[in-house]
């Protein structure tokens, strides 16, 4: 029931940064746990992170550790997604989602998507 729209996706080199954002509408954010996966072209939807209701706990993929940072603004209803030294390797559709029963790596668990933006990392 809850309303997803990505932004901030686009076109950046190798090593750039960029920082998507999710804007949730038709609930209350807190009542989520938030995530982002992402689906390169000829592949599977994987996930990227996860956070928790109040933003107090994050998980990462191996893949993004230390290079990716996941929060969320609950007055504002809004999650990012911080992308650092950003490889060739990231280029993918990346989406937010929202789930209400678990914290959760799994795509089954989540309940609501948004429609995906666009990253393309260029080398």
């Known amino acids: 029931q809850v309303q997803l729209v990505e932004s901030g996706g686009g076109l950046v080199q190798a090593g750039g940064s960029l920082r998507l954002s999710c804007a949730a509408s038709g609930g209350t954010l807190s009542s989520y746990v938030m995530g982002w996966f992402r689906q390169a072209p000829g592949n599977t939807r994987k996930f990227v992170a996860v956070?928790?209701?109040?933003?107090?706990?994050?998980y990462y993929a191996d893949s993004v550790k230390g290079r990716f940072t996941i929060s969320r603004d609950n007055t504002k209803n809004t999650v990012y997604l911080q992308m650092n030294s950003l490889e060739p390797e990231d280029t993918a559709v990346y989406y937010c989602?929202?789930?209400?029963?678990?914290?959760?790596?799994?795509?089954?668990?989540?309940?609501?998507w948004g429609q995906g933006t666009q990253v393309t990392v260029s080398s």
């Open positions: 989602a929202a789930g209400v029963g678990r914290y959760s790596i799994l795509g089954s668990d989540f309940d609501s």
């Open positions: 956070i928790s209701w109040g933003g107090g706990t994050t």
